[in-house]
Structures are given as C-alpha cells and as structure tokens.
C-alpha cells in the first residue's frame, strides 16, 4: 500500500537553530515528491518537486533532498514566520496523489 | 492570490443535506484535484479529473460525486450529509497529470449541524 509518513509530528526549535523534517515513503512507481507548507486555514502552498533519487532544490532557508526512500527537508537558522505545518506528498504511478500527515514548526523567538 | 478560485469560502448545513463545492482552476491548468482535510485525518485526496475526464481516484465515498466541465471548472456534490463530513475541502490544479505547477485553492470549510 503507497503510504507518506512523516515525522516528527511537531517540532519547536529557538529561532536561528537548524534542523531536518523526515518524510519516508512506500509507494509504487513515484513520479514525484513534493513538499507544501500550510498556514492555520488556508490552502497549502507549493515549495518544491523533486523527481529523481538525489535531487536537491532550495529556497532561502529551506533545502529539499530525496533519495530512494525518503526526503529531508531542512531549515537552515530559521526564523519565527517560518513557523507552519510542512506537508510532503508522493505522486504514485497511478497518478495518484498522497499526502503524509505533515510536521508542525514552532520557530521560537 | 494563487489563482485557483474556490466557493462558498464556508458553508454550514444540516445532516442529511446536500451541497455543492465549486472550483475554478489556474488558468491554463487542465487538471483539477479535490481533498478532504480533516484534523486527525489530515489531507485525503478524493478524486482527481484531468481535461473533463476522471484520472485517479482516491478514498471518495458513494455519497460524493464530481465532476468537470467543459470549461474545466469543477463542482464536488456531498450528498446525505453525516457530522463527520464537516472538514476543509481543498481543490488544487496543475498543468498535466504529473503534478506539475500544483497550486491548491485557500478551500471550503463545511459544517454539518
């Protein structure tokens, strides 16, 4: 069964402090993986696509990477509105696509 | 503003009833995507239409149905309304059926009375 799991479910960190968000994935034929951050309310908003094993794409503090199994997202010194939750997704070969439950990011001041 | 324009912005209906989601994709985009976002289930991705026909389908109960238009608008009826489809209803649209340019709408949260 193709399945998104990510971790951790929530995270708090001081603001300037760099760390990594997980998603692991199990699915069949991926065509791609994408990762979304999502403010309290409103619709998620695209951040990245990654296609291939060793893929990387960045934007300011984030950096996105991929391998056969699983994706880092990594926030470099971040700062408090970088505070959201961060969703991942995985395209399968059926087209379909699959979201993991997502990691709430507390940037503490 | 991303483009993808979704309505009501909220909705609040009783058990049993039936109701009509809107969506009108990115211009350009010939794909349109609906999710359920609930808060322990989080995104559910219901069904997918791609130039007017159906491309994937996900965990879409019997009570709802879509549909896309020749305009590519797309409308998601939930009918016999249950407490537990009270939920964020996003709709998102891209280019193709590979995801591309993916921009998902600000949704349509129901409530069910």
């Known amino acids: 069964e193709d399945q998104v799991t990510q971790s951790p479910e929530a995270l708090r960190l001081q603001e300037g402090e760099s760390s990594s968000l997980n998603c692991s994935y199990t699915?069949?034929?991926?065509?791609?993986l994408f990762w979304y951050r999502q403010d309290p309310g409103k619709g998620p908003e695209f951040l990245f696509t990654?296609?291939?094993a060793g893929e990387e794409k960045e934007k300011e503090r984030l950096k996105a990477t991929l391998t056969k199994k699983e994706s880092f997202l990594h926030i470099t010194a971040p700062k408090p509105e970088d505070s959201a939750t961060y969703l991942c997704a995985v395209q399968a070969g059926d087209d379909k696509i699959i979201f993991g439950k997502g990691t709430r990011l507390h940037i503490l001041p | 503003d991303s483009g993808v324009t979704q309505t009501p912005k909220h909705l609040i209906t009783a058990t049993g009833q039936r109701v009509t989601l809107r969506c009108s994709p990115r211009?350009?985009?010939?794909?349109v995507y609906w999710y359920q976002q609930s808060l322990d289930q989080g995104l559910q991705f219901l069904i997918q239409?791609?130039?007017?026909?159906?491309?994937a389908k996900g965990n879409i109960l019997e009570r709802f149905s879509a549909q896309q238009f020749p305009d590519l608008h797309s409308e998601l009826n939930l009918s016999s309304l249950e407490l537990g489809d009270s939920a964020l209803y996003f709709c998102?649209?891209?280019?193709?059926?590979?995801?591309?340019?993916?921009?998902f709408g600000s949704g349509t949260r129901l409530t069910v009375v």
């Open positions: 699915v069949s034929g991926l065509r791609g």
């Open positions: 998102a649209s891209s280019v193709d059926t590979r995801g591309r340019g993916y921009t």
């Open positions: 211009s350009g985009d010939l794909s």
């Open positions: 239409y791609y130039n007017g026909e159906e491309r």
């Open positions: 990654l296609y291939s």
